[in-house]
């Protein structure tokens, strides 16, 4: 875990913008970015749910992510809504259930959620069920996730800073030029 929080504050330090705020951060954001990376590694899909107030941000996760300019291999990123449109249907453990079922018939090498928006909307009954979920959540402290604050001016900034961070790590990781330590 060292060499990833060594080359994420060196990260950090080299981008142009004021990202500085992070720093304090990395501890937090190195361990859940490693385990997102190395699913993606063992080819797990990437399933992206956010709230309505972050439906941009996963619209633009879909895009940049796979940008043919970056000259990688491209990655099974998808928005979860996008391929079960009934999703805010889903109102109880049975509902939720069917749908899991769906997903690993959907996705044999495996899928994790990455979720971002507020802790308290009705997707989080998906994304926590589920150990290996990516989580950045807005106004409330949940174990294993990235915690940001909707009222926060610099949010929308935040974000974009954050997705940077995360995919020069996944092109590092890609690419060797960063380890996956055990």
């Known amino acids: 875990m060292k060499q990833l929080l060594n080359w994420t504050l060196l990260a950090i330090r080299e981008e142009e913008s004021c990202f500085s705020w992070m720093e304090e951060h990395r501890y937090e954001w ?9 699913q ?31 000259n990688r291999p491209l990655l099974p990123f998808y928005q979860l809504v996008e391929l079960f ?5 889903i ?6 259930q069917l749908l899991e079922d ?14 971002i928006g ?12 589920n150990d ?21 001016s610099l949010l929308d900034i935040k974000l974009l800073q954050l997705y940077k961070l995360f995919d020069k790590t996944v092109s590092a990781m890609l ?5 996956p330590e055990a």
């Open 30 to 38: 190195a361990p859940l970015v490693k385990s997102a990376v190395v």
């Open 40 to 70: 993606i590694l063992e080819g797990k899909t990437v399933l992206v749910l956010t709230d309505e107030s972050r439906k941009w941000f996963g619209k633009y996760i879909l895009n940049a992510v796979n940008d043919l300019q970056k």
């Open 85 to 89: 449109p009934n999703l805010s249907s």
């Open 91 to 96: 109102q109880n453990t049975q509902d939720i």
């Open 102 to 115: 769906m997903l690993d018939i959907s996705y044999p090498n495996g899928y994790f959620i990455w979720y």
């Open 118 to 129: 507020k802790g308290d909307h009705p997707y989080t009954k998906i994304a926590y069920r």
């Open 132 to 152: 290996d979920s990516f989580l950045w959540v807005m106004d409330q402290e949940v174990q294993n996730s990235f915690a940001l604050r909707n009222a926060d």
């Open 175 to 179: 690419f060797g030029d960063l380890e």
